[in-house]
């Protein structure tokens, strides 16, 4: 493993464990104490993780992995949903997006489109979506969170209950059938709920690496979910149960 990959994936660990011993983060890796620590201290710079006694954590400025940092995993699977994805919103005339890789690259998939409003939280799929003028694209604003990119918080909520929605692509961190859809971040999770609750039809993307995932904060149960698209690693007898708890599982 490159370090670049151990990197993202040492905060991908912390951030799902919450805290995580040296110790058992060289052993994991199969490094050395040493290089472990060399790691940490780079990560620490970059304000992604905080040194504990004999371990590391989570830092305070963020709840999720930066999206700079997720953007390189699962990318061929991520490309491959968001592509499945734009078969389902043919007929629709208001998009409503949250933020997060999957749901980026499916936002890249309208730039050849035409007459569509786009609604959405995050800022870095409004200002793709400026390059296709024939797009009108509707931003929330308020708090900007920076491992996402995100506008979360009040102001933004009652900017999204403001729309109807055709369809709604929503991007998580965990998919279980007892917990549902779920983020590590409760204030973008309220966000993301509101664009639950105004569009007609919700899809969520979730590559497989997060399905069996229960996040901090709740977005809304597999019953309110019309479709859920993942990819082909997931097995389908898992795919079958996810479908048992109210929606239509697809594997791209």
């Known amino acids: ?4 990959q151990r990197l993202n994936a040492i905060v991908a660990r912390v951030v799902d464990s919450g805290e995580v011993e040296v110790a058992t983060l060289a ?8 290089t472990i620590r060399r790691d940490i201290d780079s990560l620490q710079r970059k304000r992604l993780v905080t040194r504990t006694h004999g371990g590391v954590r989570p830092h ?3 709840y999720d992995l930066p999206l700079s940092l997720k953007s ?3 990318l061929a699977e991520k490309r491959r949903i968001a592509q499945r994805a734009l078969e389902f919103v043919d007929g629709a005339r208001v998009i409503g997006m949250t933020g997060g890789t999957t ?11 035409q007459g569509l409003t786009i609604v959405t939280n995050a800022l870095n799929v409004a200002t793709d979506l400026l390059a296709n003028p024939g797009l009108r694209v509707f931003a929330a604003g308020g708090e900007v969170r920076p491992s996402s990119q995100e506008v979360i918080g009040p102001s933004a909520e009652t900017f999204l209950a403001e729309y109807n929605l055709d369809v709604a692509i929503v991007g ?3 998919v279980d059938a007892r917990a549902g859809c779920t983020n590590y971040d409760p ?7 509101v664009l639950v609750q105004r569009a007609k039809r919700v899809i969520v993307l979730a590559d497989a690496s997060k399905i069996g995932h229960v996040a901090l904060a709740p977005v809304c149960t597999l019953a309110q979910v019309d479709i859920l698209l993942t990819d082909t690693r997931l097995p389908p007898a898992d795919a ?13």
């Open 187 to 193: 204030a973008g999770s309220r966000v993301n709920r």
């Open 72 to 74: 390189a995993q699962d």
């Open 60 to 62: 305070d400025s963020f």
């Open 240 to 252: 079958e149960a996810l479908a048992t708890a109210g929606c239509k599982v697809l594997r791209a």
């Open 27 to 34: 052993e994991e890796f199969d490094v050395s104490l040493a």
């Open 1 to 4: 493993m490159q370090r670049a």
């Open 103 to 113: 749901v980026t690259e499916f936002a890249r998939g309208l730039l050849d489109r």
């Open 172 to 174: 998580v961190d965990g």
